[in-house]
Every structure is written in structure tokens, then in C-alpha cells.
């Protein structure tokens, strides 16, 4: 098996929704794919309406192979704060043409302000490692483990674009997403994220740093976290750039020019226009204060390379057959 998605931006590139199939007959959800969580939940007719503004919900009662997975619970909380909670059932669920027929999907009977608020939001689909799946008292497995054995590569891809659509593949690596070689390098699943080392940093005419640091590619974070220092001395290359101490976040002028930010993986270079870091208005009311695309992570001991980084490049996670798991990254 193999198949693509189309995932399409919301505003700012905030997230990247792509439609899900869940149930008989068909039931379409537009989901945030996260490869920093491994539940798949979605927003459900379970829900009370004040939790609802919009999003679209699953019912598994208008699905004739919806089956309630007796006794089961889950419960999550983000880095961002939002979780959300619920029961288990178990449907068929299609991505992009890729089909499995027992998937757990967990439906949500709690959702905090902040999915409420997130109109387009229907729920997530967990792309990291199923040891982190939240399902008790029978953790359970994400989409992309459950369809492994039937995929033609052991492979998911995604090519994120800044405001435009792209595209989620499972099981196959379009050539035609990327130029030049691929260069893979080795992820330590054993938090459950595909963690990996950042071999280095440059950015605008500084000379590149061969200063290794750990981070997690995560395609359900809007920006990327990097080490304070690294942060630090990015900012100091933008005029009129500041630790707005109440966002504890870099803000400058909306017509700063930024530098280019480049991070090495392995041998290669990879480069994150500077159009990219100049991420959005803080207020919208304020045309004049910008919010940057990259941000000091919170001293968690790794980075968190969201989506500002992933879109400037083709990234492959790959489960591997015997070996470890590792991921691709090429130019595009
Ligand atoms: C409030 O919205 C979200 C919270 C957390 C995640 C996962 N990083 C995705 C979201 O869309």
C-alpha cells in the first residue's frame, strides 16, 4: 500500500489540517497530524455544544463498523497547555487512500478552550512512537504503526509548504517533493518522539557552528524551539529585536529584514528563509511588532522543530525493518 493527502495551512500556517475518513459509511474529520503525539482523537457527538464551535464530529453511532473498546479511557495535555480527554472505540479509518480497519479512535468527551477555539480543528492524528499513546488500561497504536506491515516502505513523508497546501505520503518517497540526496540520521525513540541531533547552526554571514544539539520533529508545533543561546544570538542580528518578557518570546519591527537560519543535519546544510522567522503580528492590532518563527525552547533539555523548520525542507520518518528508526531530510 501507499497513498498521499493534501494538507492545507490554516492562517499563518498555524497548523496543517488534512481530511481523514472515519467509518461506514464515511465520516470526514480534517485532523492536525502531529508527529509529537500518538493519540488520534477527534471531536465527537459525545461532546457538550459549549465545547463545539464549529468542528466537524465523529458519531460513532451513524457508523455500522464502529465498535466501543469497553472500558477504555484516555487523557492528554500538550506543551501548549490544551488537552483534551474521553473513550475509545475502534473504526475503519482511510489517509489518503491508506486503509486500516480497526483503528482506535478515541473520541473526545472533553476538549479545552483552546481546541474550542480552534474552529477548523477536528482532532489529532498521532504520527509519534505508540509507547506515548495515552489509551488505558490497553495502550494502544497509532495509525501509521497499524498500517506498517502493509506499506510498501516503512515510511511516512511530509512536505509542508509556508502558505500553501502540501502533501502527507505513507509508504512511498515521491522523487518528484525533493532535489538531491536525502541524508538520514539515526532518531532515539525512547521518550517517544523522533529525536534526533541538530549538528549545527548559522545564520545570515556568520560562519556555521558546528555546536550539536538534540530536537524533536514535530509537525504539530507551529514554530521552532531552539536552545536560549541560539535564539539569543539570532535576535542580536535583527535591529530593534526584543524578549517581550510578558510573551517570554522574541518580537521585533514587522519590516525587519531577518537572516536566514541554517541547521545542519549530519553533513548536509539546510537553510529556513528569513521570510519564514518573520512568523506573524503579534496583536492585530499592532501592524507594527512581528512575532518570531523561531523561539528559545523552555529549557526541557531538547528542541522542538515545528513546522517553521519542517516547511523548508522534504522530511522523511522512517520506522526502518531491522534497524532503528531514523529521519530523512532533503532540499525541495
Ligand atoms: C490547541 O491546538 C493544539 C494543541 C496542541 C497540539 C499538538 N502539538 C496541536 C494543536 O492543534
Not at 19 to 36: C, E, K, M, R, W
Not at 96 to 105: I, N
Not at 224 to 244: F, N, S, T
Amino acid at each position: 500500500d501507499s497513498g498521499s493527502a493534501k494538507t492545507t495551512p490554516e492562517k499563518d500556517d498555524l497548523e496543517y489540517l488534512t481530511p481523514v475518513s472515519i467509518g461506514t459509511p464515511p465520516q470526514v474529520l480534517n485532523l492536525d497530524f502531529d508527529s509529537g503525539s500518538s493519540d488520534l482523537w477527534v471531536f465527537s457527538s459525545e461532546l457538550p455544544q459549549s465545547s463545539v464551535s464549529g468542528q466537524s464530529l465523529y458519531d460513532p453511532s451513524k457508523s455500522s463498523t464502529a465498535e466501543e473498546v469497553q472500558g477504555a479511557t484516555w487523557n492528554i495535555s500538550y506543551g501548549d497547555q490544551s488537552s483534551s480527554n474521553g473513550i475509545v472505540y475502534r473504526d475503519v479509518v482511510n489517509v489518503g487512500g491508506v486503509e486500516f480497519k480497526s483503528q482506535a479512535v478515541e473520541i473526545a468527551t472533553t476538549v479545552s478552550s483552546q481546541f474550542t477555539r480552534d474552529t477548523n480543528n477536528d482532532g489529532l492524528l498521532g504520527l509519534a512512537f505508540s509507547s506515548i499513546n495515552t489509551v488505558q488500561p490497553q495502550q494502544e497504536k497509532t495509525f501509521f504503526d497499524n498500517i506498517l506491515s502493509n506499506l510498501d516502505a516503512p515510511v511516512w513523508t511530509a512536505d509542508l509548504k509556508y502558505h500553501a497546501p502540501g502533501t502527507y505520503d505513507f509508504g512511498v518517497i515521491d522523487k518528484s517533493k525533493y532535489t538531491g540526496d536525502i541524508t538520514y540520521t539515526d532518531v532515539d525513540q525512547s521518550d517517544g518522539f523522533w529525536m534526533f541531533d541538530v549538528a549545527g547552526y548559522g545564520f545570515g554571514n556568520s560562519t556555521f557552528k558546528a555546536a550539536p544539539f538534540k530536537g524533536i520533529a514535530d509537525t504539530g508545533t507551529t514554530l521552532a524551539m531552539i536552545p536560549a543561546e541560539i535564539a539569543g544570538a539570532y535576535y542580536r542580528q535583527v535591529k530593534g529585536a526584543k524578549l517581550d518578557s510578558q510573551q517570554g518570546a522574541y518580537v521585533f519591527p514587522c519590516d525587519s529584514v531577518l537572516p536566514d537560519f541554517i541547521f545542519g543535519v549530519g553533513n548536509a546544510r539546510y537553510t529556513i528563509p528569513g521570510k519564514f522567522i518573520n512568523y506573524s503580528l503579534l496583536d492585530e492590532s499592532d501592524p507594527t511588532t512581528c512575532f518570531g518563527g523561531l523561539q528559545p525552547d523552555m529549557g526541557i533539555g531538547f528542541a522542538i522543530l515545528g513546522d517553521i523548520l519542517l516547511k523548508s525542507t522534504f522530511v522523511v520518518f522512517d520506522a526502518g525493518t531491522e534497524s532503528t528508526p531514523r529521519l530523512g531530510f532533503a532540499k525541495k
